[in-house]
Structures are given as C-alpha cells and as structure tokens.
Nanobody
Framework: QVQLVESGGGLVQPGGSLRLSCKASGFNLDYYVIGWFRQVPGKEREGVSC????????YYAESVKGRFTISRDNAKNTVYLQMNSLKPEDTAVYFC???????????????WGQGTQVTVSS
C-alpha cells in the first residue's frame, strides 16, 4: 500500500523546536520531490518547503526561511522538517506530499499524508 505518514507534531512554546518526519511505505521516495505544506481551518493549504529528488535542492516559503530546514534520508525513506524558533502563527496541520515538479504549489503534488498537528502556544 502506497502511503506517507507524518509524525513529530505536538504542542511547543514560542521559540521552541520540533522535527517532523514523513515516512513513505510501498514506494521509494528517492525519485520524488517532497513538499511540506500546512493548513489552518478556513484557509487554503500553504506550501512551506520542498526538496528535490536528485541533488537535494531546497526551497522555502518566505515565512519560514531561516527557521525551517528540510532534509531527506533516502536510506530510511524519510523526509524531515526541522522547525526552529517557532511562532504562534506556525500553528497548523502539517502535511507532506510527493510530486515531480520542484514547487510548493499544492496542486502539483499527488500523494499526501494524513497530517500532523503543530501547536505553538504558551
């Protein structure tokens, strides 16, 4: 069964850190661009970051640049999103997804995980 499973979300105080994981099963992540997205109720899904399939190029939304780092471990079939200096406005459900285009436009992605909740609050 082809699926992506996110983990690592939770409640953290402003300024804190979390590391999200996106593990694939049933297929090999090596050949795909992996994107991270987030969504809050009533708003559209927002692209956060993506990482390329070959040389590992990365891209970040302006809102997270300098605070978030995306990486991949092909041996573990897993992609990570390290989130530092978290702000209350980072609160959202975070999703990972696979695609073939190097973009953070959600419509370009095909397979999605179920999401993991990140809450930044004191």
């Amino acid at each position: 069964q082809v699926q992506l499973v996110e983990s690592g979300g939770g409640l953290v105080q402003p300024g804190g850190s979390l590391r999200l994981s996106c593990k694939a099963s049933g297929f090999n992540l090596d050949y795909y661009v992996i994107g991270w997205f987030r969504q809050v109720p009533g708003k559209e899904r927002e692209g956060v970051s993506c990482i390329g399939s070959t040389e590992g190029s990365t891209y970040y939304a302006e809102s997270v640049k300098g605070r978030f780092t995306i990486s991949r471990d092909n041996a573990k079939n897993t992609v990570y999103l390290q989130m530092n200096s978290l702000k209350p406005e980072d609160t959202a459900v975070y999703f990972c997804a696979t695609g073939s285009l190097f973009t953070i436009v959600a419509d370009a992605y095909v397979t999605w995980g179920q999401g993991t909740q990140v809450t930044v609050s004191s």
